[in-house]
């Protein structure tokens, strides 16, 4: 099927989400504008106003309910997802590039930039949904050892945060007694994007090294991998479908002509357990920043560095499409 | 009495005539506009019938224009087809296929011929790859003797 | 020291041990006295009562360069027939290596008599290649014995061919395989520093390394022979493998070279000081003597031309080796001897370019090779005419000769089978404002060699001699901008260039024909072909474009096909058909497996970084097999000898293809069969410890949330 395209942002895409449900799509971009769309036929809904610098990430709870987002302009803002109506800011001393909420709703993680002498660290704050003003304390903050992360994401029954690093190091921290409890190589390259398995137990990440990853949470053990021949943007796995999609490409800097094939601006299919490339997916004219899946399979969405998100709804093939074993 | 009952009459009678004389120019004056109308009708019709003459001319005209130029069509296909497949079509029955049924049977033709294409390469194939080992298979024994010279 | 064996090759040069060298030769006086010892082979076989005769006569040249040592001649004798012979070789003890050295040069190639061409080495090179020994054995038959059996790949059971594939640090050897991915027959990492070459019967792998290059092959791809050549770039070995010449940009130093061997093994240097700035080194691959070092052309501002490699050519015997002094004249060398026929080099004033006749080829009426054949030109000087000459070697008399006029530029293209040379010839229109080009193509095998002119109106860029046919066709791009297109910095064209393919056919006069020459068979009009690539069975042919940014067609041509309809016409051409076009994105280089079934193209990294890898098709462009090679580099398809089979042979065996064809079928189903298997285990095994993981971790997690 024809994917259809978003035409609201005027600059790269950083994140794009879905709800748990499936039905909305959020997107953030460097335009400094949050959208939500009807993930079904791409009808705009809405946005997020009020950030003063590039947008680098969105998340929302599991009711669909509260959104927060997070900027180069040292904040992180909680808003009513239905109106639009911005409920909390909190203030941070450099950009926010990862936002999280946990699987119980109760907290959310926040990772932030290394700038102007501020290390950075991962910040969790609890969420109380019963008032829009939100404690501006962190419960925890977590720092860095080594190099920076970049991203992180909640373990199984938020036991767990696991980080990604600049320099390609996984940590997994007991986040309330501030303890690292264990870290691992994971990549040559930096980490750019790291998303759980629904239920937390593993997770995959996407590095500029070429190579996407799976991991063992628990353990940080590397049970797959995925080579391609693009610096990868992001990794995300499929519900239904034993498979997994990368994105990424050379930036515009490093290629001469700007061919999108010699930039390898593709969406890559791969068999998650056989690690064996299945497919391709064309559109996109810069490099893919960011990918999801719908929740129930149905689709998948890729942003890209040209400022396009393309919606894919999966064909039927695509469900009957079975490896045999 | 007479000259007033004469008088009188003569009243009655120009009156009448009056009468009768209005009623006739009243008769002529209508057979005069049913006539008009009449005419009218009658030019009308005949200009609508010179009309539907004419665009009847014209349809006919652009009919056999329609049908010459798939005629001619249909030819320049037979034509092609005969040349590209080699398949002969009746010039005769031309008027029996239009160009969609030629291009069905054109299809057809270059399809058989594209299946009889690969069936041939595939058996080139095969053989000049059989060929290729059953020589080596025949030379093996060779290699050796061949090696110690 | 552990002996090499296939399991502790050395990786790289570097890596080599001589440290047993070194032990052997650590004893002072025999350092000492094996510097003076040369030795000499060839020598005819005597008898013992004949041994002295044959001593006293050659001394008398012997001592010419310098004093025999007393006892100093030691001839070996074999007596495993049951009388004592000579084994034709013999060890002269000289007192200085001096002296050792100038009668090495005196008598290397000295012919003794008819029958005899004397080889003189130093010992130490010898020594190589074998132990030191009270009694002296045999050392090149021992080194004879030690190889292993450089065809054995010939025997493969499924009649498949190899290739190498270079690519990121790794160098591969691959058995191609149609059905299935290739199969790795060995593969190393910095098995060489820059490319990878064939020996053009296949029976080497060359490996070029900074400090020289090193042949390989055999069963266990052990290193049989290196070359100390410092910069190494081109390696060009004779058609029959026997040697080879090598050449590097920078001038040999015999301080350098001795540096890399390592103090003590100065004896490993092949070179004297009269190598000393040389830059072209003539090598036997057998023995991996030196037999010749040549210095760089000097152009006339006293400095080395910039490309003197191209110079040297080998004749198809493999008995003359010719060199070409651009502008001023050709040497041609004996290769028994490296001296020059006749003593001296023929003067070509003004001489742009010459090609061997490839192919040897048998009188039919005396069964005896005909004199080999070189074809040269010389470019319009003054009043006088460009011309085209064909000389015979090695008598250099004047065979055929053919003036020019209006010549801007000429090819020479020789057709494989040597019975024909086609002389491009780029001409100016007599305006002088454009080109085109003329083919004067020279029956060089008929008597007084007729000319026959195939006139373009364009001009040809590209000329290809179908390899095998018998009716002499060849293929041309032409195009009415002889210009190349513009090229980016890893040199890929920028642009397409507009060309048209011609196929050409020669016909004999006969019935039908009444004028014989070549005759226009077929044109495809509206390509931008820029190379042809005919199979070496000739019929098939790829027209492709290469290393071009904007387009990647590649169309597999049959030039048989059609004969019903080329019958029925009347028109060779007919039968030119078209069978499929492709497109491979990226694509940079294109070759045929030595037997014509298979082509495959690759998109080298050299050249770009877009999909690297390569792709293989059969011969009618069906695609086999696809490889994404991260960093690929290059892929050579390894060259097979002649058939060993006589056409009689062959015939046997066509007859009975109905019988191979069901084992083949056989073997192929066994296989693809056994691969589908192999394949289903596997995935199956991965499925059910995905599966097993997922049970365990998800069983762990049920705990843990009912804590």
């Known amino acids: 099927m024809r994917p259809l395209l978003l035409q609201g942002h005027e600059r790269p895409l950083t994140q794009i989400k879905y709800n748990r449900d499936g039905d909305l799509l959020m997107t953030v971009s460097k335009d400094k504008v949050a959208n939500l769309w009807y993930s079904h036929n791409g009808e705009h809904i809405g946005c997020y106003i009020g950030h003063l610098g590039a947008l680098w990430t969105i998340d929302c709870n599991k009711t669909s309910t509260l959104v927060i987002t997070g900027a180069a302009d040292n904040t992180a803002r909680l808003w009513h997802a239905e109106t639009g109506r911005m409920l909390h800011t909190w203030d941070l001393p450099t950009a926010v590039k990862r936002v999280e909420f946990s699987h119980d709703d109760q907290y959310v993680l926040m990772v932030t930039e290394e700038r102007m002498g501020h290390k950075s660290g991962i910040y969790v704050f609890a969420i109380d949904i019963s008032r829009p003003e939100q404690s501006n304390e962190p419960v925890v903050i977590l720092r ?20 990604g690093h600049e320099d390609g190091t996984l940590s997994l921290y007991d986040w309330r007694n501030e303890e690292v409890v264990q870290t691992a190589k994971a990549h040559e390259g930096i980490i750019t994007d790291m998303q759980m398995w629904k239920d937390g137990t593993y997770f995959i990440t996407s590095s500029r090294d070429m190579t996407a990853r799976l991991f063992e949470t628990a353990t940080l053990e590397a049970m797959k991998e995925y080579k391609t021949d693009a610096p990868l943007n992001t990794a995300t796995m499929t519900p239904t479908q034993d498979l997994v999609i990368l994105g990424g490409g050379q930036a515009a800097s490093e290629v001469t002509t700007t061919s999108s094939r010699q930039g390898k601006f593709e969406s890559r299919f791969f068999h998650k357990i056989f690690e064996d490339e299945v497919g391709r997916s064309r559109g ?42 | 009495d007479e000259h007033r009952v004469a008088v009188a009459r003569k009243v009655v009678i120009d009156r009448r005539k009056e009468v009768v004389e209005n009623a006739v120019a009243r008769r002529e004056r209508t057979e005069a506009r049913e006539r008009a109308i009449r005419q009218q009708r ?108 | 020291m552990v002996a090499l064996s296939i399991d502790n090759l050395p990786a790289s040069e570097e890596e080599l041990d001589f440290s047993d060298l070194e032990r052997r030769f650590a004893i002072p006086e025999q350092e000492e006295t094996l510097e003076n010892v040369i030795f000499v082979d060839n020598l005819p076989l005597v008898e013992e009562e004949k041994e002295a005769k044959l001593i006293s006569y050659i001394m008398k040249t012997l001592v010419k360069f310098g004093k025999v040592k007393e006892n100093g001649i030691h001839m070996p004798k074999d007596d495993s027939t049951g009388k004592v012979m000579s084994k034709g070789y013999m060890f002269i003890e000289y007192a200085t290596a001096e002296q050792a050295q100038a009668a090495i040069r005196g008598l290397n190639g000295w012919k003794f008599d008819k029958s005899h ?52 640090q790794d160098l591969t050897v691959f058995w191609n395989e149609p059905e299935l991915p290739a199969e790795v027959v060995h593969t190393r990492t910095n098995w060489t520093e820059t490319h990878v070459q064939w020996s053009p019967l296949g029976s080497y792998m060359c490996t070029f390394h900074r400090q020289g290059l090193a042949l390989w092959g055999g069963h266990s791809w052990k290193k049989l022979m290196r070359f100390v050549h410092q910069g190494v770039r081109v390696a060009d070995f004779s058609p029959s493998e026997r040697y080879l010449v090598t050449w590097a940009s920078e001038p040999i130093s015999l301080d350098a070279v001795n540096q890399y061997l390592g103090e003590g093994n100065e004896h490993q240097n092949p070179y004297t000081a009269d190598d000393e700035g040389h830059t072209t080194c003539v090598w036997d691959a057998y023995t991996g003597s030196l037999l010749r070092s040549f210095p760089p052309i000097k152009a006339e501002d006293g400095k080395a031309a910039k490309a003197s490699w191209s110079q040297f050519k080998w004749s198809p015997s493999e008995r003359y080796l010719a060199r070409m002094t651009p502008e001023s004249s050709l040497a041609i060398y004996d290769v028994q001897t490296m001296g020059l026929v006749d003593k001296k080099a023929m003067k070509v004033p003004g001489i742009q370019d010459f090609a061997w006749c490839p192919h040897t080829i048998i009188d039919p009426r005396t069964n005896v090779a005909k004199p080999e054949m070189i074809a040269y030109w010389t470019p319009e000087e003054g009043n006088l005419p460009a011309r085209v000459s064909l000389i015979s070697v090695p008598s250099k008399t004047l065979v055929r000769t053919k003036n020019l006029f209006n010549v801007f530029t000429c090819a020479l293209h020789w057709h494989p089978q040597g019975q024909m040379l086609c002389v491009r010839v780029q001409r100016y229109t007599k305006s002088r404002k454009s080109q085109y080009t003329n083919l004067e193509i020279f029956r060089t095998n008929e008597r007084d060699v007729p000319v026959d002119v195939v006139e373009l109106k364009d001009s040809a860029v590209i000329f290809e001699w179908e390899p095998v046919s018998e009716n002499y066709r060849f293929a041309i791009v032409h195009s009415d901008d002889p210009n190349p297109p513009p090229m980016n910095a890893s040199r890929m064209a920028t642009a397409t260039v507009k060309t048209s393919v011609s196929f050409y056919a020669f016909e004999r006069q006969g019935k039908l024909v009444q004028k014989e020459g070549f005759k226009l068979l077929k044109t495809l009009g509206g390509k931008n072909t820029t190379n042809l690539k005919w199979s070496p069975q000739g019929r098939h042919i790829v027209l492709a ?17 059609d004969q019903s309809a080329a019958a029925k016409s009347g028109d060779a051409g007919d039968a030119i058909t078209v069978l499929e076009a492709r497109e491979h994105y990226g694509v940079t280089d294109l070759d045929w497996d030595p037997t014509g079934r298979f082509v495959v193209s690759s998109a080298s990294s050299w050249r770009h970084t877009m999909e690297n890898g390569y792709v293989l098709w059969d011969f009618k462009g069906q695609q086999l097999n696809k490889a994404s090679v991260d960093r690929f580099k290059q892929l050579v398809w390894r060259p097979r000898p002649r058939s060993l089979l006589t056409e009689e042979q062959k015939r046997e065996v066509r007859k009975n293809l109905k019988d191979y064809s069901k084992e083949f079928d056989e073997q192929d189903e066994r296989k693809i069969h056994a691969a589908d298997a192999e394949l289903m285990s596997y995935r199956r095994r991965r499925i059910s410890e995905w599966v097993a993981w997922r049970e365990q971790i998800e069983a762990k997690l049920q705990a843990e949330t009912e804590e």
């Open chain 3, 117 to 168: 061409i004397l080889l003189a080495n130093r010992f130490m090179d010898v020594e190589k290649y074998s132990e030191v020994d009270d009694v002296y054995r045999a050392p090149p038959m021992e080194a004879y014995v030690e190889r292993e059996h450089l065809r054995s790949w010939l025997a493969d059971d499924c009649g498949r061919d190899q290739f190498a594939m270079y690519a990121g």
């Open chain 1, 284 to 325: 996109h004219f810069g490099p893919i920043n960011t990918l999801a899946v719908q929740p129930d399979g149905k689709g998948f969405a890729s942003g890209g560095e040209d400022g396009l998100v393309r919606v894919h709804h999966f064909d039927p093939e695509y469900f009957k499409f079975k490896y045999d074993y």
């Open chain 3, 545 to 561: 474009t290469l290393r071009t940014i904007s387009a990647c067609p590649l169309e597999f041509c049959d030039v048989d096909f």
């Open chain 2, 42 to 149: 009658e030019q009308e019709s005949e200009r609508q019938r010179l009309a539907d003459e004419q665009r009847r001319r014209e349809v006919d005209r652009a009919q056999r224009e329609i049908d010459a130029v798939r005629r001619a069509e249909a030819l320049k296909l037979a034509e092609s087809i005969r040349e590209k497949a080699g398949i002969v079509v009746d010039i005769n029955d031309l008027d029996m296929l239009d160009t969609d049924k030629l291009k069905v049977l054109q299809r057809e033709q270059l399809e058989k011929d594209k299946h009889d294409m690969q069936a041939r390469l595939k058996l080139l194939s095969r053989r000049a790859d059989h060929t290729e080992r059953a020589y080596r298979r025949a030379e093996q024994p060779l290699l050796a003797d061949d090696y110690e010279q």
């Open chain 1, 144 to 163: 860095a050892s080594g190099a920076k992360p970049t991203v992180a994401a909640w373990s199984f029954l938020d036991k767990f945060i696991v980080s």
